[in-house]
């Protein structure tokens, strides 16, 4: 059974990167597609980006791009999510999920990332 | 790539039934038999309920059901239970990317 932890909280300020972690457990991040979704206070499900195993890439949706990297640590089986330039908007918790199929199944509990001056 | 559409709110009674609608688009829900539904409680990650249209993972109650017609998907949730209320966001496949709905607020009465 698959498992996900991630980081702790962050608090960044305009402009800087956050670097959010999700350690896997009960497989390795190998035989995993992961993906990452976020959610704004109050607000519904985003999703940033992830692994296509039919491409072999990892793709990140149109509006992220060229402000997040996911990578991956086999070494570790962690994967993470480094987003960029960050501004208010982007306060949300960031949540890891993994992909078997076309869903995300199970999620990580989810890090706040708060950007504030 | 614009959200799937999806009733802001639902409600029903205990014991009752409930259908929340999904609507896309021929690039999404229409083009593909990849729909699938989270239910969320308030402070809680998603948790998968229905995938692939209509599949329930193990462990998911069987009152949850889903299907499709056209660009549209379905959940039914019936036998309303209290612990039902949460909110619920479906997710389409689209052309190499993934779009969710814009989430819907079950209350039971």
């Known amino acids: 059974q698959v498992q996900l932890v991630q980081s702790g909280a962050e608090v960044k300020k305009p402009g800087a990167s956050v670097k959010v972690s999700c350690k896997v457990s009960g497989y390795t991040l190998t035989e995993l597609s992961m993906h990452w979704v976020r959610q704004a206070p109050g607000k519904g499900l985003e999703w940033m980006g992830g692994?296509?195993?039919?491409?072999?890439?990892?793709i990140y949706a149109q509006k992220f791009q060229g402000r997040v990297t996911m990578t991956e640590d086999t070494s570790t089986d962690t994967a993470y999510m480094e987003l960029s330039s960050l501004r208010s908007e982007d306060t949300a918790v960031y949540y890891c999920?993994?992909?078997?199929?076309?869903?995300?199944?199970?999620w990580g509990q989810g890090t706040l990332v708060t950007v504030s001056s | 790539q614009s959200a799937l559409t999806q009733p802001a709110s639902v409600s029903g009674s205990p014991g009752q039934s409930i259908t929340i609608s999904c609507t896309g688009t021929?690039?999404?829900?229409?083009?593909?038999?990849?729909v699938s539904w989270y239910q969320q409680h308030p402070g809680k990650a998603p948790k998968l309920m229905i995938y692939?249209?209509?599949n329930r993972p193990s462990g998911v109650s069987n009152r949850f059901s889903g299907s499709k017609s056209g660009n549209t998907a379905s959940l039914t949730i019936s036998g309303l239970q209290a612990e039902d209320e949460a909110d619920y966001y479906c997710s389409s496949y689209t052309s190499s990317s993934w779009v969710f709905g814009g989430g819907t607020k079950l209350t039971v009465l």
């Open positions: 692994f296509d195993p039919e491409d072999g890439e990892t």
């Open positions: 692939d249209v209509s």
């Open positions: 021929s690039s999404d829900v229409g083009g593909y038999n990849y």
């Open positions: 999920a993994t992909s078997l199929g076309n869903w995300f199944d199970p």
